[in-house]
DNA sequence: CCGATTTCAGGATCACTGATATCT
DNA sequence: CAGATATCAGTGGTCCTGAAATCG
């Protein structure tokens, strides 16, 4: 319908030196997969972001801002507008910590609890919908692999 | 060093949740992956799209950047100023097509296919800088995985 | 007149930097 | 004082939209 847009070009056109670079792989991929998440969470109006300091609260507690920073990968500047978001809906609470002045408590409320759950289902379809082409071993195959590059490159270099 | 950037966040402290979010480790390993390459790349004053373009002139010939904008995935848009930097550096050259006068023709020089072979190289060890922690069949199997997904999400829904 | 090609101006989003005020 | 915390303003890159100018 609409050729222009939506690029990654013509698939059949792609030079095979760049159609089989693995970073460029990755890349594309990667996009893909971004979009349509980015698009479904947009559509009862959360982000990402959301999703991950909602699963934060929920699976390790409450927590500072700057802790929330290190369980989300989510900047500690871009972590403020996230967690505005989301105490304008009522998600989740900021309170004073008692005994350090500096830090705030970021707590889940009930309606945080049960948005989590929501967004948990929606994710689960979408990542159904992203991996479909994909067989359950694929999956965890896959998985396996993203893991390992993962942990590799966020593990700080010793020293 | 420096803990409060390169963010990612500490890895222990990410909920196991999260963790084996497929969509979420997609995300972070091409972003470690894209920011090597970038890093990589600029060190010789050159960018992602300059590589793709380059290949796709060397790989299937001349073109117009209409076809450049299929083979490389850059956007039409943006290919232009992609070109304005190849010719300032004297590595591809512009010149009106013979019978439409609304097309260039896109042609690699000399110092361009020297170029291509140097970025070439370059990449070669980046990637295998990047992906260090996987075998050689891991590697493979990577390489599978993310094709089969990019050619399905790629490919426009028949029509 | 419709459609394709190149070009430019600008928007939206995102990771990140830097600075500031506050507090330990 | 050094160091941590939360906040805000702003940068640079990327993908994308929209429109103009030119031409088939």
Redesign the interface.
């Known amino acids: 319908?609409n050729?222009?847009t939506r690029?990654?070009?013509?698939?059949q056109?792609?030079?095979?030196?760049?159609?089989?670079?693995?970073?460029?792989?990755?890349?594309?991929?990667?996009?893909?997969?971004?979009r349509m998440?980015t698009e479904r969470l947009a559509e009862v109006g959360a982000r990402k972001w959301h999703y991950?300091v909602l699963?934060?609260l929920a699976?390790?507690g409450p927590a500072s801002q700057a802790?929330l920073?290190?369980?989300?990968?989510?900047?500690?500047s871009d972590l403020v507008a996230v967690l505005n978001e989301l105490t304008d809906q009522g998600l989740v609470h900021r309170t004073p910590h008692p005994a350090d002045k500096r830090r705030n408590v970021v707590t889940l409320t009930a309606n945080g609890r049960r948005r989590l759950q929501r967004l948990d289902r929606l994710?689960a379809a979408?990542?159904a919908e992203?991996?479909?082409?994909?067989t359950t071993e694929?999956?965890a195959?896959?998985?396996r692999?993203?893991?390992?590059?993962?942990?590799?490159?966020?593990?700080?270099p010793p020293?």
């Open positions: 319908v050729d222009t690029h990654g070009g013509n698939p056109a792609v030079p095979e030196r760049l159609r089989n670079q693995r970073t460029r792989l990755l890349s594309f991929a990667a996009m893909y997969s971004d998440v991950a699963v934060s699976d390790n802790e920073s290190d369980r989300t990968g989510i900047h500690r994710l979408t990542d992203i991996f479909a082409p994909l694929d999956r195959e896959l998985s692999l993203l893991t390992t590059l993962v942990t590799h490159h966020a593990t700080p020293g």
